[in-house]
């Protein structure tokens, strides 16, 4: 079965640059949900999107932005990194119309910041 | 605000043996669902188990079950028979009907299994 799809996988940059993170949904999911995992810690919702909607935000930075294409898939743009920033970043995605919600999980990108 | 919490860091098993991963949950929605997840090193998400506030039957996913108790609100995870690949991190998460589908996690419980 077709999962959802994370690139790149891992990620090398430098203070000050930005990042952008690409997620290709499971296919007929409507929802798509960017996670932030630092070392050692639990995922951290970051912002989710229904419908190519925003649909709900959390702790996300300002320096971050994110957005839903017309084909589903999500991009998270990341500006002015620190390196508070290095930590895996998760896209999930689920089915919310069937009310089911079950989310599943990308790969992941590791992304440091150096 | 809905909360999880695991308040086991790290627990050992013997191989072929069952376990059990605590989880806690608060919430003042009553509809909910309650999800475990698996991390491996390598450290992608791997979905478990799924259960709904109002489901009536403890929900089994393979030699996965869920001991949901309601007034307690907990959510623990069982695994029989373990296996060594087993070994990861485990994390409870939870979704209140009000908040399009975001999942909150508790702080995972890494298990290890024996030989």
């Known amino acids: 079965a077709a999962g959802v799809i994370q690139s790149p996988r891992h990620l090398i940059k430098e203070k000050r640059e930005t990042a952008t993170l690409k997620c290709y949904p499971i296919?007929?999911?409507?929802?798509v949900y960017w996670y932030q995992q630092g070392p050692g810690q639990d995922p951290q919702f970051l912002i989710s999107?229904?419908?190519?909607?925003?649909?709900d935000k959390g702790s996300i930075p300002d320096r971050f932005s994110a957005q839903q294409f017309s084909d589903y898939h999500s991009e998270l743009n990341m500006s002015s990194l620190e390196l508070g920033d290095s930590a895996l970043y998760f896209c999930?995605?689920?089915?919310?119309?069937?009310?089911?919600?079950?989310?599943?999980f990308g790969p992941g990108t590791r992304l440091t910041v150096t | 605000a809905q909360k999880i919490t695991q308040t086991q860091p790290g627990m050992f098993v013997q191989e072929k043996e069952a376990v059990t991963l605590d989880c806690t949950y608060d919430?003042?929605?009553?509809?909910?669902?309650l999800f475990w997840y698996k991390q491996p090193s390598s450290g992608e998400m791997i979905f478990l188990i799924y259960?709904?506030?109002?489901?009536?039957q403890n929900a089994t996913e393979g030699r996965y079950s869920l001991n949901f108790q309601k007034a307690r609100k907990s959510a623990n995870l069982v695994i029989s028979a373990s296996q060594l690949g087993d070994s990861a991190m485990y994390f409870c998460a939870m979704r209140v009907s009000t908040s399009y589908g975001k999942l909150t996690f508790g702080q995972g419980t890494i298990l290890t299994v024996h030989p």
């Open positions: 296919p007929r999911h409507d929802t």
């Open positions: 919430t003042s929605d009553p509809s909910y669902g």
């Open positions: 999107f229904y419908e190519k909607m925003q649909s």
């Open positions: 999930a995605s689920s089915l919310n119309r069937d009310r089911t919600y079950e989310q599943y």
């Open positions: 259960q709904g506030s109002y489901d009536q």
